[in-house]
């Protein structure tokens, strides 16, 4: 018991005894050490028992394992959707209350999601991260990759009734 006593008032005297040997950072426990180390060797210890996902912490793993059970604890109170986490409930109440805090230092748009900035800046800096491996060309979105890579498979995946 006194370890741990000892354990919580290094909480008190913010000293970090746990120095991370790969970057700047200390901690005042062994195990948040041990937590934060598989950042730099890429452990995923927690994996997935119904698909090919691994987490690095048990409870990402307890997130994620909502979207296989339908589990949705995060209810929309202006409409009748549900979210299984509470990052998409929160990202989804911005269509409700037309937030947009993602702006564009370019041009006058904003963005409710960081990754939607992130695509839209692509057309500012012409950046192409795509690239098709059967012809010379690049997209900006993997999506336009995807659709272009039909054309050289001759794939037709909407067909006509």
């Given at each position: ?12 005297s913010c000293e970090k ?145």
């Amino acid at each position: 018991q006194s370890g741990d006593f000892k354990k919580h008032l290094r909480i008190h005297s913010c000293e970090k005894p746990y120095p991370c040997n790969q970057c700047p950072k200390s901690f005042t426990q062994s195990s948040d050490l041990k937590k934060h180390f598989r950042i730099h060797s890429g452990e995923k210890p927690y994996p997935c028992n119904q698909c090919p996902k691994a987490f690095s912490e048990s409870g990402s793993l307890k997130k994620h394992l909502r979207i296989h059970s339908g589990e949705k604890l995060y209810p929309c109170n202006q409409c009748p959707k549900a979210f299984s986490q509470s990052g998409s409930l929160k990202k989804h109440l911005r269509i409700h209350s037309g937030e947009k805090p993602y702006p564009c230092n370019q041009c006058p748009k904003s963005f409710t999601q960081s990754s939607d900035l992130k695509k839209h800046l692509r057309i500012h800096s012409c950046e192409k991260p795509y690239p098709c491996n059967q012809c010379p060309k690049a997209f900006s979105e993997s999506g336009s990759l995807k659709k272009h890579l039909r054309m050289h498979s001759g794939e037709k995946p909407y067909p006509c009734n």
